[in-house]
C-alpha cells in the first residue's frame, strides 16, 4: 500500500455510504432519519469522551507541569478560537458550501449546506483523522483509517438520508484536511511525542462534543473556527513541558 492509502479509502467510504444513504433515504420516514440522527449525535458525545480521556492519562500529566494537562487544552482553544475567528474558518466553510449547493443542487434547502458542514467537520475531526493521516504517511501502516472508513461509512448513509447530497461534497475538504496530515508525516516523520499527541487528542474531543451539540441541535458552535486549535495544542503542550 501507498502513503496516502487510507485517506484514499476513506474518500471512497463517505462518498459510497452518501450515495446509498442519498438514494435510499427517502424511503425511510422522518420520524426514523431524526431519530437515527439524534442516535449519531449521541454516538459523537461519546466518542468526544473517549477522546478526553487521554486528560487523566498518566503519561500525559507527567509530561507537563502540574495542573498544565487541562490548561494546555484550555489555551489550544482560546488561541485557536481567536485564529480561526480572525480567518472565518466558518463562514468559508459556509461560502464554500454555498457554492457547491449552486453548482451540484436545483434546491434552495438549507439541509443541503448543513449536512456538508456537519459532515465536513465531523469527519475530519478527531483522533483517528489527524493521528490515522500521519501514521500513514509515516508509513507505520493504515489501519486507524481503514477503522475510520468503515465508520465513515456507516455514518454517511444515515447523514444523507437525513441532509442529501451534500453529505458526500464534504470529501473535498476531507480528502485535503487528511492529505495534508499524511504529507507532514511523509515529510518529518515519527517526530511527534506521546504528549503532543495526547494533547492533539483532547482538544479533538472538545471540537467532537461541540459537534455533537450541533448534531442533536442543543447548541450551534462555530466548530471551524476552533481547528486551529488541533495545530496549536502540540505547540503548547511542547511550551509546557520545557518547564517541567
Known amino acids: ?27 425511510i420516514p422522518v420520524v426514523t432519519r431524526k431519530l437515527v440522527t439524534e442516535a449519531l449525535g449521541c454516538v459523537t458525545i461519546l466518542a ?5 480521556r487521554e486528560l487523566w492519562n498518566p503519561k500525559f500529566i507527567g509530561a ?12 489550544s482553544l482560546l488561541l485557536g478560537a481567536i485564529l480561526g475567528s480572525w480567518l472565518g474558518i466558518e463562514s468559508r466553510l459556509e ?13 434552495h434547502d438549507g439541509r443541503f449546506l448543513e449536512g456538508f458542514l456537519t459532515a465536513s467537520l465531523l469527519f475530519a475531526i478527531g483522533p483517528l483523522a489527524t493521528l490515522g493521516a500521519i501514521s500513514d504517511g ?20 444515515a447523514f444523507a438520508a437525513t441532509f442529501g447530497w451534500g453529505v458526500i461534497l464534504s470529501v473535498i475538504p476531507v480528502g485535503i484536511y487528511q492529505g495534508l496530515w499524511t504529507l507532514a508525516g511523509w515529510a518529518l516523520g515519527n517526530v511527534m511525542s506521546e504528549y503532543q ?20 441541535d442543543i447548541k450551534q458552535i462555530a466548530v471551524g473556527n476552533l481547528l486551529p486549535a488541533i495545530f496549536i495544542a502540540p505547540i503548547i503542550a511542547t511550551l509546557a513541558h520545557q518547564f517541567h
Open 1 to 27: 500500500m501507498f502513503a496516502g492509502f487510507g485517506t484514499v479509502l476513506n474518500i471512497f467510504g463517505i462518498a459510497a455510504g452518501s450515495a446509498l444513504g442519498t438514494s435510499f433515504g427517502n424511503r
Open 48 to 52: 468526544a469522551v473517549d477522546a478526553l
Open 64 to 75: 507537563l507541569p502540574k495542573g498544565w494537562s487541562i490548561l494546555t487544552v484550555l489555551a
Open 95 to 107: 461560502k464554500f458550501g454555498s457554492l457547491l449547493r449552486q453548482r451540484f443542487s436545483k434546491s
Open 138 to 157: 509515516m508509513g507505520h501502516g493504515s489501519q486507524q483509517l481503514i477503522l475510520k472508513s468503515t465508520l465513515d461509512f456507516i455514518t454517511s448513509i
Open 197 to 216: 499527541v495526547g494533547a492533539m487528542t483532547c482538544v479533538g474531543g472538545v471540537l467532537l462534543f461541540c459537534i455533537g451539540l450541533r448534531v442533536l
